[in-house]
């Protein structure tokens, strides 16, 4: 389906995008979420602990004291979490690569499989594997079986008709699956 050089692109991945793809993915299996709740609830049980312990008074107002902090400590990490863990994410990835500048990288759509390459390994995600398609306004998103995403940039791509062969080569793919 179509030709050959427009099944492969050559280009710089960015440390963003691998948080991205590693977020998504981490999403997609519930883990962030889960991760979200857990955190949030040990910090508001060692909010209510503290805050009980070092209040002094009858037994409801330490309750109410430990409460005053408890709450506002699991809406907080709650809602922050997200966006902790994705800071702590790129610093793990900056360290794994040694570098936080963009990495030559392609991708590569062949009739078994997509092929991803970085720093010298080579990803094969295999079509019998893709459970579906997904375009958003930065990528184009492909899950596959168990658990692996492959989110294509659309920056990458020299312009709609090459998106648009990509997509409709991706989508026939998973048709035949």
């Not at 390994?121 to 930065?138: G, P, R």
């Not at 079986?145 to 026939?172: C, G, M, T, V, Y």
Request: with cysteine; hydrophobic share 45%.
């Amino acid at each position: 389906m179509g030709n050959r050089n427009n099944m492969k692109i050559e280009y710089s991945a960015t440390i963003n995008e691998a948080v991205d793809c590693q977020m998504q993915l981490l999403q997609s299996t519930s883990v962030i979420n889960k991760g979200r709740v857990k955190s949030s609830i040990w910090i508001a049980t060692i909010a209510f602990v503290f805050m009980f312990a070092i209040t002094e008074g009858v037994t409801g107002e330490r309750i109410f004291f430990g409460l005053v902090v408890a709450i506002p400590g699991f809406i907080a990490n709650f809602l922050g979490y997200k966006k902790q863990f994705k800071k702590n994410l790129k610093k793990i990835l900056i360290e794994e690569l040694g570098t936080a500048k963009p990495l030559p990288s392609v991708y590569e759509l062949t009739d078994d499989f997509l092929s991803f390459k970085k720093l010298g390994s080579q990803l094969n995600l295999y079509w019998e594997w893709a459970k579906s398609v997904n375009v958003t306004n930065q990528y184009i998103q492909i899950y596959f079986e168990p658990n692996s995403i492959a989110l294509l940039p659309l920056r990458i791509f020299e312009n709609d008709n090459q998106k648009e062969l990509w997509l409709n080569f991706i989508e026939h793919k998973l048709n035949k699956i």
